[in-house]
């Protein structure tokens, strides 16, 4: 079960090839979302102007604003929009959940090879490659998860728009400064149905990849011991992650649960060399100890992961390695580790 240094480099290749996989994502529906916003903006633009020509004593009342006809109008547009963004946002990550598929079962079985003697073939040693079908299982599982969190998107942002435009509205003696408060608003809450779709390109994404991984470790476990759980250790990975590096769990437990946006990896560990009936040493694991990692750091860089409580909290030692990490729920999402709060780490 030696992490090797091509152990390393292939992790390190895989990460690449999701980031750029989730790169042209990002790409995609960014842009979906900027020109369906520039062709709904000139009538939202029209119904502000109307709205605030309407103005009694300073103030564009709720009723008025309710009723507005042009107002309605646009609304309307935008949920037809944005059924069409979700619509959008699907058939992009069902077609990138296949490749995710076919990558992990590859990647796996290079990353096993990496672990093991060169003559490991020789002596009788091989990789079980999972059949069409479960693959197609878990393609098709994973695109029913899709469906269902896209689904609700349109009415949600389109009700988050309409809630904040229909609030009172002083207008006061700057009426542009105003319009122009709205048409931001309304922008932002129609943006954050964007956020939220890269969410869920990213993430389904990855965890198809690794829930290939899972499955293919099922199919495998005559070879193998478990699993590592592997973050990048920088200044951009949270503390959460950060902990979780380098803990390790049985072939049958699901993760790397991190955070939603996550890019954490599943590192297939095989069993000793020894369990394999290999009479030669097996050389030392290369997994870097993330404490070791961190405290080799810049006090800058230590702070900018940790922020400054946290940080001063797990230098005092009034809390440990494990603490930073917490396991929570979420509705319609699967349970994810992250960052444990300052204010219940300094309870604690």
Same mark, same amino acid.
């Not at 058939?91 to 959940?97: L, Q, S």
């Given at each position: 079960?030696?992490?090797?240094?091509?152990?390393?480099?292939?992790?390190?290749?895989?990460?690449?090839?999701?980031?750029?996989?989730?790169?042209?994502?990002?790409?995609?529906?960014?842009?979906?979302?900027?020109?369906?916003? +520039? &062709? $709904?903006?000139?009538?939202?633009?029209?119904?502000?102007?109307? *709205?605030? /020509?309407? @103005?009694?004593?300073?103030? #564009? !009342?709720?009723?008025?604003?309710?009723?507005?006809?042009?107002?309605?109008?646009?609304?309307?547009?935008?949920?037809?929009?944005?059924?069409?963004?979700?619509?959008?946002?699907?058939?992009?990550?069902?077609?990138?959940?296949?490749?995710?598929?076919? +990558? &992990? $079962?590859?990647?796996?079985?290079?990353?096993?090879?990496?672990? *093991?003697? /060169?003559? @490991?073939?020789?002596?009788? #040693? !091989?990789?079980?490659?999972?059949?069409?079908?479960?693959?197609?299982?878990?393609?098709?599982?994973?695109?029913?998860?899709?469906?269902?969190?896209?689904?609700?998107?349109?009415?949600?942002?389109?009700?988050?728009?309409?809630?904040?435009?229909?609030?009172?509205?002083?207008?006061?003696?700057?009426?542009?400064?105003?319009?122009?408060?709205?048409?931001?608003?309304?922008?932002?809450?129609?943006?954050?149905?964007?956020?939220?779709?890269?969410?869920?390109?990213?993430?389904?994404?990855?965890?198809?990849?690794?829930?290939?991984?899972?499955?293919?470790?099922?199919?495998?476990?005559?070879?193998?011991?478990?699993?590592?759980?592997?973050?990048?250790?920088?200044?951009?990975?949270?503390?959460?992650?950060?902990?979780?590096?380098?803990?390790?769990?049985?072939?049958?437990?699901?993760?790397?649960?991190?955070?939603?946006?996550?890019?954490?990896?599943?590192?297939?560990?095989?069993?000793?060399?020894?369990?394999?009936?290999?009479?030669?040493?097996?050389?030392?694991?290369?997994?870097?100890?993330?404490?070791?990692?961190?405290?080799?750091?810049?006090?800058?860089?230590?702070?900018?992961?940790?922020?400054?409580?946290?940080?001063?909290?797990?230098?005092?030692?009034?809390?440990?390695?494990?603490?930073?990490?917490?396991?929570?729920?979420?509705?319609?999402?699967?349970?994810?580790?992250?960052?444990?709060?300052?204010?219940?780490?300094?309870?604690?």
């Amino acid at each position: 079960m030696a992490i090797t240094q091509e152990t390393l480099r292939i992790v390190a290749d895989l990460r690449v090839r999701l980031e750029r996989m989730t790169d042209v994502q990002t790409l995609a529906l960014t842009r979906a979302w900027v020109e369906a916003w +520039d &062709a $709904l903006a000139p009538d939202f633009q029209a119904a502000v102007v109307e *709205l605030m /020509a309407q @103005a009694s004593n300073g103030v #564009v !009342s709720r009723s008025v604003v309710a009723k507005n006809i042009r107002l309605r109008d646009s609304l309307q547009a935008a949920r037809a929009m944005l059924d069409s963004l979700a619509a959008q946002t699907n058939t992009i990550v069902v077609n990138d959940v296949g490749a995710a598929v076919l +990558d &992990a $079962l590859d990647t796996h079985s290079a990353l096993i090879s990496s672990q *093991l003697p /060169a003559n @490991a073939a020789q002596v009788g #040693v !091989s990789f079980t490659r999972m059949s069409p079908e479960a693959l197609a299982a878990i393609v098709e599982r994973t695109t029913q998860q899709i469906h269902s969190t896209t689904r609700p998107l349109p009415a949600d942002v389109e009700r988050i728009m309409k809630r904040e435009l229909i609030r009172g509205i002083a207008v006061g003696d700057n009426p542009r400064r105003t319009a122009s408060r709205m048409m931001a608003k309304a922008e932002g809450r129609f943006n954050g149905g964007l956020t939220r779709a890269l969410t869920i390109a990213r993430t389904e994404t990855l965890d198809a990849h690794r829930a290939a991984t899972q499955a293919s470790e099922k199919a495998n476990t005559d070879l193998l011991a478990g699993w590592e759980w592997h973050a990048s250790l920088n200044a951009r990975t949270c503390p959460s992650c950060w902990a979780k590096h380098g803990t390790q769990y049985e072939n049958d437990v699901p993760g790397p649960l991190d955070h939603q946006n996550g890019r954490c990896a599943r590192v297939t560990l095989t069993k000793t060399w020894k369990e394999l009936g290999f009479n030669i040493k097996e050389p030392p694991s290369l997994t870097e100890n993330a404490e070791t990692v961190f405290n080799n750091l810049t006090p800058d860089t230590q702070k900018a992961i940790m922020g400054g409580q946290r940080l001063e909290l797990l230098q005092s030692g009034q809390i440990t390695w494990a603490d930073l990490s917490t396991k929570h729920s979420t509705d319609g999402w699967r349970d994810s580790f992250g960052a444990t709060p300052v204010k219940d780490l300094i309870s604690r």
